[in-house]
């Protein structure tokens, strides 16, 4: 659990045993309570000293402190014993007095012995600190075998919710076509959800509600004892009326008796266990495993995910710290409304109840405890964990009137005129808790709103909605202050509650929420952050990390997630406060340490306290960049491109058009180094789309997209065309030679239709043959930065973060201009007083520039984030020259005579049967190993270093020649041409030129490093 816990505890013991000069039972057994204390505290356990019990023996037994839950049930104990004592014989003592074996740990400060059901399972010296802790985790962690059973049957039923749902579905598919009554029933629900919900809501959502109604009413019956449950809940009531015109007879019985072996092994599991904690888990669990089996996309849309007890305790904790270090107040004191506005399961209600004292809660329950929630399962969940909850604490059950059933970023009543809330006229409880909520000043907003934590592809159709209120405020805010290109993102989940939570908090109050990390340094959000250091006197941040969509080093250092490792994005928890009479703001920041495993993560929340972090200050820079400000003079060089500069606005950078390179989204179709090959590939790919083009003509979307053959990669643009009715022609003009990766030359069918993007490509190169030279970096935020060059077409994933590329040239109707402005050149021949500076020396100029070691080092972070600026250096005709013998490398490298590497051929006959390649770099020998007969041998140690991102320009020859099989199916049955041993002389052909390129490429660079 924490090693760390222990080192603390050593810490404590030689204190004590300094100032006392003894070491005696009593004067130890602090320190070691404590410790154990600590250990309890993460499972929800309480250490209570010296209860009094009555053995299994008869006897009347003391031990020296036992483990309680909250249902003060025992779930292990502890004795202390003193060293003078031998602690086996004591052991045994004890045991013949009758006290209990099942969990069980003796310790007399130098070792622990630890029993469980009725047997030492195991013992560790005190000064063995990792056996130490291993033996207090097993303690704390002790599950009685009905948990572990339990918890098997949760897991079967967790893997079946899926298909349970499915059968659902189909059956009231069968009723609205066959059962009228249904189907009026239906229909009027619709309407009323309609009104009181979201007027966006579709019969495909009402057919959701009812299907997660019906799956839970046995759940809460049967597990929960809740029988009364669906009769009574304000919404429940509504969607029994409606199920309850088919759900009956024969339909519920089909049904039922598909779904009640799950549920009867659950209940008898869930009867023997009293804790209700326990059965929480249960319901988290059907909440995730149902909407991820059943419905992946609202999963993702709806962010549902709980959050991990640890993170909920943390914000609790924190901003009742909060409240009371800048308003003077508790979360507990009258007066102080808060609100979860996006509350699944209730958790952060339910950690609420447990954490406020008793005697304010029931007023706080009552009155001033608010939450939404949108999705029918959740809502049903949270209201039975919150009453469960308040009723196991106060010992009386209150029906919780404060949760409504409503999309929260829908509801602007408030204080937006914009749109009428109309619950009026309509006599739905609901909405008159939505109504009583609005008329409430909230003070604390707190929660885990949405972000769709697994949306990784825009293409799977899962764009979230629009919320016209909500996003006109976003655009007249966080958008109009930003400046970054790429300010679609802003219209996040995340940005949308917390514009909410922004306008709903009064001028005194705080909202806590964790959620992505990328708000805090991401480009796009530079506008956001602005805005937010403008509504808000104090903003504390606590990363924690965990971004899987990284690589590398960078990945590492990630570490694991805090959810349990479940999503993929980077977690951090924001709280922000407001004071009515405080100007400016404080931005704070703590970091959690790189490396850190997501277990590690949540013993961080659990032990430490939000007033013992230290935090380090954040100063803004001049752009709202809050991590890694520069403070260096990029923002007065020349901008290299600009996109008002290629829409044709203004004319101030270098260059006027740039490109990302081509993007496919189906690379094995569109590439091949065989032309033939790819030819047929083509041609396949075109015959299935055309058929499909006549066979689903007139379908509608949705329809056409079901129907679509699968033998063939689809994209989002090309769908559109099927619809359109566009069929596509073979062209074998359209066959490119093009850079797939740097130094690895390919062929690509560079078409519409076939290439998602093809971005202003065209304009670079019109046809296979036009003569052009790109210089091509990174994308911005990319992990790593570099620069290379091509005279062919390239591709977008050439490099990390999507290559962009500034072409020397570009076609336009009345032939070749070149691309690079009037207001450059001026620029440059004003600046170093020289009328004889071209355009294309400019363009070398540039080139030799990004090359620069030391321009690389100083704007690193700039360069990571936007796009490249030009200094002016002295000698403009040294750098110009530099930049011409760079770019004559890099663009004719196939031509550039080989480095003299030296071949070795095995010559045994056996190994020339079992060849198998290799591609392997051994730098530290000089070696490239090419394949089990043949190694390369001679390689300078410079040519390593000739790197363009994770790999050197040899790597990548290596890398892209290896047989790989391929991902899509069609392509790996029928097109998996490509074999090593075809391209073998050829790529040993190309090593030694791209070899010669990168030693000679060094060569300049370190000139370039000497002579500034
Ligand atoms: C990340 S989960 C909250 C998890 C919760 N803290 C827990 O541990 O169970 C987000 C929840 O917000 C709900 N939600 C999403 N959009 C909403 C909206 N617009 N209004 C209200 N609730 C919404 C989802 O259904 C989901 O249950």
Redesign the pocket.
């Known amino acids: 659990m924490s090693i760390q816990l222990i080192q603390q505890y050593y810490t404590a013991v030689e204190k004590i045993i300094h100032y006392s000069g003894s070491r005696n039972e009593g004067s130890l057994r602090k320190p070691f309570q404590d410790l154990l204390e600590q250990y309890a505290r993460s499972k929800n356990l309480l250490l209570v000293s010296e209860v009094e019990m009555v053995s299994r023996k008869g006897n009347r037994i003391r031990p020296d402190g036992v483990f309680k839950d909250a249902l003060r049930q025992d779930w292990g104990y502890w004795e202390s014993k003193d060293e003078k004592d031998v602690l086996d014989d004591e052991i045994a003592t004890k045991i013949a007095k009758g006290y209990p074996t099942f969990n069980i740990l003796f310790e007399d400060t130098h070792n622990a012995v630890l029993y469980q059901g009725g047997e030492e399972i195991m013992r560790a010296a005190f000064t063995d600190a990792s056996a130490l802790d291993r033996l207090l985790t097993r303690f704390v962690s002790y599950q009685p075998a009905e948990v572990v059973e339990f918890r098997k049957a949760i897991e079967l039923f967790s893997a079946e919710v899926g298909g349970l749902a499915d059968t659902l579905r189909r059956v009231i598919t069968e009723q609205l076509a066959d059962n009228p009554q249904f189907k009026t029933a239906l229909d009027e629900f619709l309407e009323l959800a309609r009104k009181a919900i979201n007027p966006n809501i579709e019969m495909a959502d009402v057919r959701e509600m009812i299907i997660q109604h019906v799956l839970t009413e046995d759940i809460f019956m049967r597990v929960f004892d809740e029988a009364e449950f669906h009769r009574e809940n304000i919404i429940a009531r509504k969607l029994q009326e409606v199920a309850g015109t088919f759900y009956h007879g024969e339909t519920k019985r089909n049904i039922h008796a598909r779904v009640a072996p799950y549920y009867e092994t659950i209940n008898a599991k869930a009867s023997q266990i009293s804790d209700h904690h326990e059965k929480q888990k249960f319901l988290?669990a059907l909440?995730g495993s149902f909407y991820k089996a059943y419905n992946p996309k609202a999963a993702d849309r709806?962010?549902?995910?709980?959050?991990p007890d640890e993170i909920?305790r943390f914000m609790i904790e924190s901003a009742d710290h909060l409240l009371d270090k800048h308003f003077g107040k508790t979360l507990g004191d009258k007066g102080v409304e808060i609100l979860?506005?996006?509350?699944?399961?209730?958790?952060?209600i339910t950690e609420l109840i447990e954490y406020l004292p008793a005697q304010q809660l029931e007023y706080k329950y009552e009155h001033e405890i608010h939450c939404?929630?949108?999705?029918i399962l959740?809502y049903y969940i949270a209201n039975l964990n919150i009453e469960y909850t308040y009723k196991q604490k106060t010992g009386k059950f209150k029906e919780f009137e404060n949760i409504c059933f409503?999309?929260?970023?829908?509801n602007m009543g408030f204080e937006h005129t914009g749109k009428q809330l109309n619950f009026f006229g309509l006599t739905d409880a609901n909405a008159e808790r939505i109504v009583r909520q609005n008329s409430k000043p909230i003070m604390v907003v707190i929660?885990?709103?949405?972000y769709n934590?697994w949306q990784e592809n825009f293409n799977n159709q899962n764009a979230n909605r629009v919320y016209r209120e909500i996003d006109r405020r976003i655009k007249e805010t966080y958008i109009k202050q930003g400046r970054a290109q790429k300010q679609m993102a802003v219209y996040d989940?995340f940005t949308r509650f917390l514009r909410w939570a922004s306008d709903r908090v009064g001028k005194d109050g705080m909202i806590a929420f964790v959620s992505n990390n990328s708000f805090i340094d991401s480009r796009a959000y530079d506008g956001f952050r602005k805005v937010i250091s403008q509504e808000f006197n104090e903003i504390y941040i606590v990363d924690l990390k965990g971004n899987a969509r990284t690589s590398g080093e960078r990945r590492k250092r990630e570490g694991g997630n805090v959810f349990h490792d479940d999503i993929k994005v980077g977690v951090a928890i924001y709280f922000m406060v407001r004071m009515n009479n405080k100007k400016g703001c404080r931005i704070y920041y703590n970091a959690i340490d790189d490396f850190a495993i997501s277990e590690d993560k949540r013993s961080y929340l659990r032990d430490n306290r939000m007033g013992d972090i230290s935090f380090s200050h954040l100063r803004p820079d001049s752009k709202f960049n809050w991590l890694n400000t520069t403070g260096n003079n990029w923002d007065e060089l020349l901008p290299i491109i600009d996109k008002d500069v290629k829409a044709g606005l203004k004319g101030n950078a270098i260059f006027e058009k740039f490109s990302r390179g081509a993007e496919t989204t189906r690379d094995e179709w569109v590439y091949d180094f065989n032309e033939d090959n790819l030819i047929k590939k083509i041609n396949f790919f075109i015959n299935i789309f055309n058929q499909d083009v006549i066979e689903l003509k007139g379908l509608s979307e949705s329809d056409a997209s079901r129907k679509l053959n699968k033998e063939i990669k689809w994209s989002s643009s090309l769908v559109p065309m099927l619809l359109r009715g566009k069929s596509i022609l073979l062209n074998n003009e359209k066959i490119f030679p093009c850079l797939y990766r740097p130094y690895v030359k390919t062929n690509i069918y560079f078409d519409t239709g076939l290439i998602h993007r093809l971005g202003v490509n065209p304009e670079f190169f019109p046809t296979p043959e036009s003569e052009n030279r790109l210089i091509i970096f990174n994308g911005r935020n990319s992990v790593y930065w570099t620069t290379f060059a091509s005279k062919y077409l390239l591709d977008l994933n050439a490099l990390y973060g999507g290559a962009q590329c500034i072409a020397l040239y570009r076609y336009t109707n009345n032939g070749r201009v070149e691309n690079i402005t009037e207001w450059a050149l001026s620029q440059f021949q004003k600046h170093y007083k020289d009328k004889k500076i071209t355009k294309e020396d400019i363009f070398h100029y540039v080139y030799a520039v990004l090359h620069h070691p030391a321009y690389r080092v100083k704007y690193e972070i700039n360069l990571k984030r936007e796009f490249p600026r030009i200094p002016f250096y002295e000698d403009f005709w040294k750098w110009a020259d530099w930049g011409r013998r760079l770019m004559d490398l890099h663009i004719n490298y196939e031509s550039v005579p080989a480095y003299p590497l030296e071949r070795m051929d095995l010559v045994a006959e056996e190994t020339r049967k079992a060849l198998s390649t290799r591609l392997l770099a051994r730098k530290e020998a000089g070696d490239i190993e090419v394949d089990t007969f043949t190694t390369l041998k001679g390689v300078p140690a410079e040519a390593w270093e000739y790197r363009l991102g994770t790999y050197s320009a040899l790597e990548w020859v290596l890398e892209r020649y290896k047989e790989k099989k391929p991902k899509d199916p069609t392509i790996a049955e029928k097109f998996n041409t490509y074999r090593f041993k075809d391209y073998k002389e050829q790529v040993i052909d190309l090593l030694g030129r791209v070899c010669a390129v990168s030693v000679e490429t060094m060569k300049i660079v370190k000139e370039m490093g000497e002579a500034e």
């Open positions: 988290k909440y709806l962010g549902i995910v709980y959050t909920v979860d506005p996006a509350t699944g399961t209730g958790t952060f939404n929630e949108v999705a959740p409503v999309d929260t970023l829908d929660g885990n709103p949405p934590a989940m």
